[in-house]
């Protein structure tokens, strides 16, 4: 079965600084897709980032970056630059042979100023 | 072009009641997903839609909820007899296609309080 787990419930970061959210996964498909999502208060679930497992290459979008290490089934990702609005729940997921996501029980962001 | 949307934001009803969540997704999108989360969880899948294809109805936690989609885009989420373990929120969610590959766009959710 496949399993997503972030271990840090709760993380704080300085405006400007750089964080890293953790996330490993369980999967037993060879081909399969990581994703990591915000949720600000407002609810609405906001795709960050998306890394293909063939790639080696690990995804970037603008301030927002993954650490994938397929080998160690780890999926982290950086957030460069803190800025107020980076402030959300953060959720991982994967998908690998079906529809369905697996979220993890996510990070909750605060930036502080 | 407009986002997925859902309706109500918010719901409050008394245990016992039967509720409709509403949701409609982004206009092409043959795929629509509902999700619950609850309070300090992740998301836990409930039901998924693909064009005329039978529903895959695995995640739906009792026969108390059942769901639906009419002419392949709106969906309604039903829970009859509402428990107060039913509170979370409600969130749906669309893709282009089936495939695992594709992203999944979500709505704003529905919070749904019983009391």
């Known amino acids: 079965a496949q399993t997503v787990t972030q271990s840090q419930p709760e993380m704080s970061v300085q405006e400007a600084e750089t964080v890293t959210l953790s996330c490993t996964y369980d999967?037993?498909?060879?081909?399969?897709?990581l994703f990591w999502y915000k949720q600000p208060p407002s609810r609405q679930m906001i795709l960050v980032i998306r890394?293909?497992?063939?790639?080696?290459q690990n995804a970037t979008e603008n301030r927002f970056s993954v650490n994938f290490q397929k080998a160690a089934k780890s999926f982290s990702l950086k957030i460069s630059d803190s800025q107020l609005g980076d402030t959300a729940m953060y959720f991982c997921?994967?998908?690998?042979?079906?529809?369905?996501?697996?979220f993890g029980t996510g990070t909750r962001l605060k930036v502080l100023a | 072009g407009a986002g997925v949307s859902q309706s109500p934001s918010n719901k409050v009803t008394e245990k016992g009641k039967d509720v409709e969540l509403r949701c409609d997704p982004i206009?092409?999108?043959?795929?629509l997903y509902w999700y619950r989360q609850s309070l300090g969880q992740g998301l836990e899948f409930l039901i998924y839609?693909?064009?005329?294809?039978?529903?895959?109805k695995s995640g739906l936690p009792s026969d108390r909820f059942s769901a639906e989609r009419t002419g392949g885009s709106v969906s309604t989420l039903t829970i009859q007899r509402t428990q107060q373990e039913d509170s979370a929120v409600y969130l749906c969610?669309?893709?282009?296609?089936?495939?695992?590959?594709?992203?999944?766009?979500f709505g704003p959710g529905t919070r749904l309080t019983v009391l």
């Open positions: 997921a994967s998908s690998s042979g079906t529809y369905k996501y697996i």
């Open positions: 999967t037993s498909e060879n081909n399969y897709y």
């Open positions: 890394q293909e497992a063939y790639k080696q």
């Open positions: 206009s092409g999108h043959t795929a």
């Open positions: 839609f693909q064009g005329n294809s039978a529903p895959d």
């Open positions: 969610a669309s893709s282009s296609d089936y495939l695992s590959t594709d992203t999944q766009y």
